[in-house]
């Protein structure tokens, strides 16, 4: 397959190559058949979505959609039960939905084989291949809609409807830490922690690179529909941030609010919540990554940020 290249529409699809790629495919083919890299972007996917590419791409967007973009493991589903809570009523019977229902998985369908059967599973399940794609039609408005997609594989509409849109942002190192025990749990990896570490930065994981994915969206921050957040700071101080977003949505809180928001969507909470409770929020990079590895993560990360005015994750002096 290695090599191998598809034109759909606009889009290159390439079967990836290479080291990383041979270790990816041994860990983690469980459920895909195959690796291919996308253009534009780069970004590596399972071959799935050489059929779904031109319905995303068109897909219409509506002026008061809500879209949470961001990279696997940045905080997502944290961010989405946020700024659901905040345009919603959390006391209502609708917030006891799962969350793949009431902020849908923009491209979760193109993840998984479609043809893929689970003994047991509902036929209205969100994770049943094709249903996420179902609920996307007919989603009330407004609309609040997530994924992890690029600037380039994403709805074409984005930038000419001008929906609000909340990226987040996490340090990579605490986000490959977090995938590694995501794919171990939902996706069957096989391999070791060392191995994930070099796909991770060999740009071989699926939705990698992302350094790309984060500059993509710093570089469109200063835009009136665009909210840039860190993860970090979400940790550090969210009630400050749930301020942050609500402003960003139009929507007026109180003092009570706000630290009944915040106490919601904390750990803790959100630890117990059964419909938003699908986020690994494992990172802790420090007892994970070797010093061999942390070298590598600088490398790494320096050449990305070259001649980018992007002020984190820059701590590597003691490496």
Known sequence: MAGQVKKIGDFTFKSVSGAAAEVLRRTL?????DYVEVQPSGAVFPNYLEDWCLKYHEFPVQKDDVW???YP???????QELVWCLMFDMDSEEAKLELMKRFPFFEFDSLVDSSLEVPGMRADDPMKPGNTWKILQTLKSPRTIKSHLPVALLPKQLWTAHPKIIYVCRDPRDVCVSYYF??????????NFDEFVKIFIGDMITYSPIWPHILDFWRRRHQSNILFIRFEDMKEDLPAVVMKVA???GKA??????E??????????????????????????????????????KTWTMKYLEGSDFPFYRDYDDV
Do not use: P
């Open 260 to 297: 009944r928001l915040a106490d919601h969507c904390s750990f803790g909470s959100m630890s117990k919540n059964l419909a938003a409770n699908n986020e690994t929020f494992v990172g802790d990079w420090k007892n994970h990554l070797t010093k061999e590895q942390q070298k590598a993560f």
């Open 29 to 33: 083919c469980m459920y895909v058949k």
């Open 68 to 70: 949470v973009v961001t």
């Open 182 to 191: 995501h794919c171990i749990k939902l996706e069957g990896y096989t391999g």
């Open 73 to 79: 493991k940045a905080g997502t589903t944290w961010t």
């Open 253 to 258: 809180v109180t003092e009570e609010e706000v």
């Open 247 to 249: 402003k960003f949505l």
